[in-house]
Nanobody
Framework: QVQLVESGGGLVQAGAPLRLSCAAS????????MGWFRQAPGKEREVVAT????????YYTDSVKGRFTISRDNAKNTVYLQMNSLKPEDTAMYYC??????????????WGQGTQVTVSS
């Protein structure tokens, strides 16, 4: 069975860094583009960052550009999201997802259960 398991979330103060990890199993990891999504209370789910199969191409939503970095280690079947200079508006449940299609268009075939990131002011 395919599993995506996020970790690294927590409660931090504004300006702090946090690193999220997503460990994948049950799939050929290198065959999937990966993405990080988030959903805040009362808001729609949004794409945060995506990365291509070989890690050569990345995408970031404007609100996190310059602060967040997505990366992957195909040997470890893991995708990461390094978050720096966190802001209260970054507070959300963060999910990782995998697509056998396009990192920009999806569809996102598999999803993790999420990890909560809360940034206090």
């Amino acid at each position: 069975q395919v599993q995506l398991v996020e970790s690294g979330g927590g409660l931090v103060q504004a300006g702090a860094p946090l690193r999220l990890s997503c460990a994948a199993s049950g799939l050929t990891f290198s065959a999937y583009a990966m993405g990080w999504f988030r959903q805040a209370p009362g808001k729609e789910r949004e794409v945060v960052a995506t990365i291509t199969r070989n890690g050569a191409g990345t995408y970031y939503t404007d609100s996190v550009k310059g602060r967040f970095t997505i990366s992957r280690d195909n040997a470890k079947n893991t995708v990461y999201l390094q978050m720096n200079s966190l802001k209260p508006e970054d507070t959300a449940m963060y999910y990782c997802a995998a697509t056998a299609g396009s990192s920009r268009g999806g569809p996102w075939n598999y999803w993790g259960q999420g990890t909560q990131v809360t940034v206090s002011s």
